[in-house]
């Protein structure tokens, strides 16, 4: 019995990671496309110039 459930637990913790790491993907292409379309969005600055999107 111990190592049935040795198994299942280690199958259900390679299941968890396996979706985490799938969500994480998706989150990372969102922020990629954001990102990008920042470059594309931008306004110009005062003196003609294109600023930065962001405020770090």
Do not use: D, E, K
């Not at 969500?23 to 600023?51: D, K, M, Y």
């Amino acid at each position: 019995m111990g190592p049935l459930l040795l198994v299942l637990l280690l199958a259900l913790i390679l299941f968890g990671a396996g979706f985490a790491l799938n969500v994480l993907w998706w989150v990372a292409v969102v922020v990629l496309v954001v990102w990008l379309l920042g470059f594309v969005v931008r306004g110009t600055g005062t003196g003609g110039s294109r600023g930065r999107w962001y405020r770090w």
